[in-house]
């Protein structure tokens, strides 16, 4: 069996195919497009199953164990930016706690429950509230030390004060990911970075 492999600039080994799979037209195409193609034993270097290792081919034939590339501050910086914005989308959309029923509640704050209860908070005072939600907007929540979700029907005001409720969350949990960030940009070593924990 043999391989098709494409090594990035680093030797990093990217997209693999097994050549028998493909036609000879194929394979052609693929060795234009700088693929290699490796025999089995060679390919069993590559894969990394010696000392844990893995190898990459030289332009001399041989093999050398493959050492990662060492990201300067500003990559590392840029990672930790993504990890950031991920850590606060997360706390955006991970709930929110409200005493619009009269008591304290965690809700959703999913994208999808934040556009729902949007529109419907743009209506609270229109006939149409009054028509689809007579009893009053049904909201589901856990109650304090519950682990099952109750539903509650909310009045026109009580929607008002859940999405205000809402806003509040959003917000301090943007400012959380700005201060977040600020400390990141003003990082100057890896142990910096490392030393901004996002809990």
Known sequence: MTYLIKFDET??????????EKTQEEIT??????FVQI???DYQLIVGNIDGHEYIRKSDGSY????????D??????NKLAEVDA?????????????????????DSDKDTQLTMQGIALNVNTDRFAVEYPAGCPVRGYTDGSADKTIFYLTPEQVLEWYADLSTHIGTC????WSKQAEVNA???KEELDAIILD
């Open 174 to 177: 943007k400012q959380a990911g």
């Open 187 to 189: 990082a100057q070593s």
């Open 29 to 34: 195409e693929l060795l234009e497009k700088g």
């Open 73 to 78: 501050l500003e990559e590392l910086k840029a």
């Open 87 to 107: 850590w606060t989308e997360g706390k955006i959309t991970g709930g929110f706690t409200s005493e619009c029923s009269g008591e304290l509640v965690r809700y």
């Open 11 to 20: 030797g990093r080994r990217g997209e693999t195919y097994v050549a028998e």
């Open 64 to 71: 050398s164990i493959y050492e990662p590339p060492t990201p």
């Open 39 to 41: 025999p089995e034993e």
